[in-house]
């Protein structure tokens, strides 16, 4: 699985609707130790995934041990310190792993966090947690009040689009908050621009899908829907949607 999510209430009850379940887990890819990606591993939450391994950067594990404290809002604020009990294998930037029969390349991509990580799974799905936001006309270097340093964000944006252009076949790249998308040019269009939320809104209002809204969240829709590939609806019109659908193994 990669991260853990912090909806304590109905994030069993939407594993279940998918057939899973949580004490099934055995492995969780974290990439980075935000409340909204790790909130489900902590001690005073209900434990869903307490017999897990949890795999994060050794750079990122210094969050949980305390030796560096998470600072959002340009450095002015802390975080608080996110506590867990389950057992931990740190990773370097470029380790090949190898979980039951599954590829997974780790890839550091520091500025939202010091250690963020991405891990590219058997060379075709690319999880980027915080890295990317996708607006309606591509996307960007993640919401610039979250990040450590945005400068080096966008570096890291940066090494990572030449990385996967050095790569033969498609990789769908899969965001922790905006969508997918398989076409890099435009995942990567506006790299070296922050998503600035009291600037501008870069979003797209037509987008099928809202994380943070769960009114219209059902069964039905976890086991039948597809999700809409998020595409620039402006360069094309509105047509020719593809989808990935939910049930393909990721």
Not at 129 to 135: M, R
Not at 198 to 215: L, Q, T
């Amino acid at each position: 699985m990669i991260d853990a999510g912090y909806n304590y209430e109905r994030l069993s009850e939407k594993m279940r609707w998918l057939d899973i379940d949580p004490a099934s887990i055995k492995h969780i890819l974290i990439t980075h130790q935000d409340t909204d990606h790790v909130g489900a591993l902590e001690q005073d939450s209900e434990l869903l995934f307490k017999d897990a391994v949890i795999y994060l950067s050794e750079i990122e594990n210094r969050y949980l041990t305390g030796e560096v404290r998470r600072k959002v809002f340009y450095g002015l604020y802390k975080l608080p310190l996110v506590k867990t009990d389950n057992q931990r294998i740190l990773l370097e930037d470029g380790q090949l792993l190898d979980i039951e029969g599954i590829k997974i390349e780790c890839i550091l991509v520091p500025g939202h966090t010091w250690g963020h990580m991405v891990y590219l799974i058997d060379d075709a799905y690319l999880f980027t947690g915080d890295t990317l936001w996708f607006g309606a006309d591509g996307g960007y270097s993640f919401i610039s009040t979250l990040a450590e340093d945005n400068k080096l964000s966008v570096r890291s944006l940066v090494a990572l689009e030449k990385n996967l252009r050095k790569r033969n076949g498609t990789i769908k790249i899969i965001t922790g908050h905006t969508g997918w998308t398989d076409d890099l040019a435009f995942a990567f269009r506006h790299r070296t621009e922050l998503c600035a939320p009291f600037k501008k809104r870069m979003h797209d209002p037509d987008a099928p899908y809202d994380g943070y809204d769960e009114s219209d969240d059902t069964e039905e829709k976890a086991r039948n829907a597809r999700l809409a590939k998020q595409i620039d609806r402006r360069l094309c019109g509105g047509i020719g949607i593809r989808s990935l659908d939910t049930r393909e193994r990721l």
